[in-house]
């Protein structure tokens, strides 16, 4: 019990830069509070003791703001950071070394009793602020899902899912994250700009536009050198200027320069 404990702590220190010390983990993070209190309440569920397991389970929601079912499984160094307002199904399932943001909810879509209603979650899966997976499917080991994501649908391993509803990106190191290097394994809130390609794409048009500018930059520098360079006759007049009626040739042969 305690090998496990110290377990819980030590993956806050390593994923949390805000924790200072065991001391502090142990007494101001209800992440913690709650994964040690859903121990007994899925003990009890698990052993027929349904309503202790449900009133354990009510009192931990009241301390912590965060709502586990006793009959949820949770792996070891399970890591809800913040967490208020984490709502995790009766039939849901987290596996080792996962980390749930707050808001979070592990829902089920169906009404069905003794069904696999809530989601199963691989090792290592990142679950941002806000994100809902609705549904009796599989996230695979390493996934990871984006804020305020809607997840109806399975998310293979060490793939992306982002948006309404969520949109599965594949994973860029194959098929799963565990092909990632140990020490960049794990990303705060998960999702980040190289991951969204609506990110990617405001980057490509921002790169594009300052390449366009570079452009007229030099277009000007040569209408510049040709306005200097009027009076010796290789120019048309300023008039013409004016109006626009370069010689293509000679603007061309400058820019060219």
């Known amino acids: 019990m305690f090998s496990r404990l110290r377990s819980d702590i030590q993956c806050i220190l390593d994923r ?10 142990i007494t101001c993070y209800p992440g913690l509070h709650a994964v040690v209190l859903h121990r007994p309440a899925h003990w009890c569920w698990t052993h027929g003791f349904k309503w202790l397991g449900r009133f354990i389970s009510h009192v931990s929601r009241w301390l912590t703001g965060i709502e586990i079912h006793p009959g949820a499984k949770l792996g ?15 039939t849901a399932e987290i596996g080792d070394g996962c980390t749930i943001y707050q808001g979070v909810t592990l829902g089920g879509t169906s009404l069905y009793k003794g069904t696999k209603r809530h989601p199963t979650l691989g090792k290592d899966v990142v679950v941002s602020a806000g994100a809902k997976v609705l549904g009796g499917f599989v996230v695979g080991d390493g996934a990871k899902i984006g804020s305020n994501a809607v997840v109806i649908k399975p998310v293979p391993a060490g793939a992306t899912a982002v ?6 990106l594949p994973s860029k190191q194959g098929a799963s994250a565990d092909a990632t290097p140990e020490a960049n394994k794990f990303s705060a809130y998960g999702v980040t700009l190289e991951d969204d390609p609506v ?5 490509g048009l921002i790169s594009s536009a300052s390449s366009q500018e ?44």
């Open 214 to 257: 570079h452009q007229i930059a030099l277009l000007w520098q040569a209408i510049e050198q040709l306005a200097a360079r009027a009076p010796d006759g290789n120019c048309v007049p300023k008039e013409a200027q004016r109006e626009g009626c370069f010689e293509a040739g000679k603007l061309n042969d400058l820019v060219g320069k």
């Open 199 to 203: 990110g990617q794409a405001l980057k």
């Open 163 to 168: 948006g309404i509803p969520a949109r599965i």
């Open 76 to 90: 070891e160094r399970v890591f809800f950071d913040h967490a208020m307002g984490v709502v995790v199904g009766e």
């Open 16 to 25: 949390d830069p805000a924790a200072r010390s065991t001391w502090e983990v």
